[in-house]
């Protein structure tokens, strides 16, 4: 008997986060002799829950579809929703009630580091009780933090989005010979402001992997001064830290963050610069925007690839995977390897070595 299928997209989305359900239902399509209907979570795991679903090969025409390619941002909607990590709790049980109801036989969650540690659970949760769904995760987020493939879909795009930012930076910082401090979003990690930072041409990157020390900070500042370059732009990431941040235990650190007087990391680092120099700085947080606009192709095509891999799994019988990249091949990850997992930037690596050659400070 075919089985139907089911796609949810969560957490942050992204301009390009359609592209892979797109691939999907395509897929599914292609295979009509196994695969039912595709039914979509409206708002995620969290909006199933409530009974939000929509059967996305009945309600989608062929003409949709193709515009659901190339639309940005979450077209079933998204949710920020953490499933239990004691398997025992009662909505597994209420979740795979619902998914029997439905007969669904492969389950796809697109997301970030969350979204897979739901597709882990639910894997888990299956393989323990004998349940015959499969759980395949696609990698999607800006912040490129997913362990187990060197790339996500968004990054590149919101890549495009910090830069521009930074780039649009230099006509007034130069006029005004001011310190300006572009914030970059990644979460904990520091992909993105690496990448626009170096894109951008920042002067001075601030990573949460390098904590920084402020008077490093203020040193390449006044080296760039007495050179004859009158402004400077640091990239700054919402997750960057200083070097006695990073000292201090979670729970004084936690304390601290309790009467945090800043709105974020950019405006503390701004306030010691004009503190210590005299100087004045601006903070520019182009926030949420990196999230949307157009996608670039790298993510267009990529997020494509991605998606019909995804939907390839479940012809080939495999349970439990994240669809990835590594060493320029789309692979096949189990998500046990993934979930609970951060990838981060390693101090030592070699873009690293090679932005500190160009020049490049990065507070350490
Ligand atoms: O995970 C993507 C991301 O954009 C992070 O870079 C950022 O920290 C977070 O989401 C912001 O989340 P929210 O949309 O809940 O403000």
Not at 92 to 104: A, M, V
Not at 290 to 304: E, I, L, M, N
Request: hydrophobic letters at 40%; glycine letters at 10%; proline letters at 4%.
């Amino acid at each position: 008997m075919k089985k139907n299928i089911l796609v949810g997209q969560s957490g942050g989305p992204t301009a390009v986060i359609n592209a892979s359900l797109y691939g999907i239902i395509k897929e599914a399509a292609a295979h009509s002799e196994q695969i039912g209907s595709v039914y979509g979570m409206i708002n995620g795991i969290e909006g199933f829950l409530s009974g939000h679903i929509m059967d996305l090969s009945k309600e989608l025409s062929d003409e949709d579809l193709e515009l659901l390619r190339l639309t940005p941002a979450a077209y079933l909607g998204s949710c920020r929703y953490k499933l239990p990590e004691n398997l025992d709790a009662s909505v597994y049980t209420l979740l795979f009630e619902k998914f029997e109801q439905l007969n669904i036989g492969a389950v796809f969650y697109i997301g970030g580091n969350d979204s897979m540690d739901t597709a882990d659970k639910l894997s888990r949760w299956a393989a323990h009780n004998n349940k015959e769904i499969s759980f395949i995760g696609v990698p999607k987020t800006i912040d490129n933090d997913i362990y187990g493939t060197d790339m996500t879909f968004g990054f590149y795009s919101a890549v495009n989005i910090a830069s521009d930012a930074i780039d649009c930076i230099h006509t007034t910082a130069s006029s005004h010979n001011r310190v300006f401090i572009v914030e970059v979003m990644g979460h904990k990690v520091g992909w993105l402001t690496l990448n626009a930072g170096m894109a951008g041409g920042a002067d001075i990157i601030l990573l949460p992997e390098i904590p920084y020390d402020i008077d490093k900070v203020i040193e390449k500042i006044e080296d760039r001064d007495k050179k004859g370059c009158r402004f400077t732009i640091i990239a700054v990431a919402e997750g960057a830290i200083s070097r006695e941040d990073a000292a201090l235990t979670k729970k004084d650190y936690k304390k601290k963050m309790e009467k945090y007087p800043f709105p974020s990391v950019s405006y503390e680092v701004a306030a010691q610069i004009q503190e210590k120099t005299g100087r004045e700085v601006r903070v520019t947080v182009p926030g949420h925007m990196q999230r949307g606009g157009s996608p670039c192709p790298y993510d267009r095509v990529f997020a494509s690839r991605l998606g019909s891999e995804a939907g390839k799994l479940i012809l080939d019988n495999q349970y439990g995977f994240m669809v990835g990249y590594k060493n320029r091949e789309i692979v096949r990850v189990p998500l046990e390897d993934v979930a609970g997992k951060l990838k981060t930037v390693d101090p030592d690596a070699t873009i690293v070595q090679e932005a500190k050659l160009l020049g490049i400070c990065f507070g350490d």
